[in-house]
């Protein structure tokens, strides 16, 4: 059978209950998952800077986000910048004022800390070098997941950011269990893991067996 698990906005953990119990005997496999876009970046706090004025970038999910958040800040009635990004050509035009970068965003968009006013720059930007993410995780209580180098750990699939679920297998149930738990988990390429926030409705399906 499949269950269809829905969530709603915010921390992405279900709880299910079922109306017959499952066992040990019983696996679950992933067969579709409906997640928006796996961030990019997180958070920036006073990253650009324009005549001592500090602006802030809010997390994103791709480079066409960070590209719409940049072109739209403005100091004043003047624009700071104009930005395009197209497939892979990052360009960033300063506006009449000149603008400096943090550091660890000037080495993210591969520009100079220093912008000179009416001065434009490029780059090539690619989402799979510059994400600070490697995936989803997918995580079923009592499940008998993935090896992690000590025991079974819960996660019973990894979802990149182009979705692809193919290689998802089943995972066998530690015991008996009453409801399906279901965990959406960010993993980023540190390895670092955290509970995930959904912005918006989300929902996936299970396979049970």
């Known amino acids: 059978m499949i269950l269809d698990v829905t969530g709603a906005v915010g921390l992405a953990a279900v709880e299910m209950p079922l109306l017959n119990p499952l066992s040990s005997e019983n696996s679950v496999r992933l067969k579709y998952l409906h997640l928006p876009d796996l961030p990019l970046l997180d958070a920036m706090t006073g990253v650009i800077t ?9 997390a994103v999910s791709s480079i066409q986000e960070l590209v719409n958040h940049l072109d739209t800040l403005v100091q004043g ?52 070098s510059v994400s600070l993410y490697s995936h989803y995780a997918v995580a079923v ?3 008998r997941g993935m090896w992690d180098g000590g025991d079974y750990d819960e996660i019973i699939a990894k979802v990149r950011r ?31 893991m955290a509970e995930y926030t959904a912005p918006e409705i989300w929902s996936l399906g299970l396979e049970v067996v």
Do not use: M
């Open 50 to 58: 324009v005549n001592s004025e500090d602006f802030d970038i809010p």
């Open 141 to 143: 209580a009592g499940a």
């Open 162 to 192: 182009d979705g692809d679920i193919s290689s998802a297998h089943s995972h066998y149930l530690r015991g008996s269990a009453n409801a399906i738990e279901v965990r959406i988990l960010t993993v980023k390429r540190d390895g670092t």
């Open 77 to 128: 009635a003047n624009r700071v910048c104009y930005v395009w990004y197209n497939s892979h050509e990052f360009e960033l035009c300063a506006g009449t004022q000149a603008i400096t970068l943090n550091a660890a965003l000037a080495a993210t968009l591969k520009l100079p800390v220093t912008l000179t006013a009416n001065t434009c720059y490029s780059s090539s930007l690619y989402e799979s």
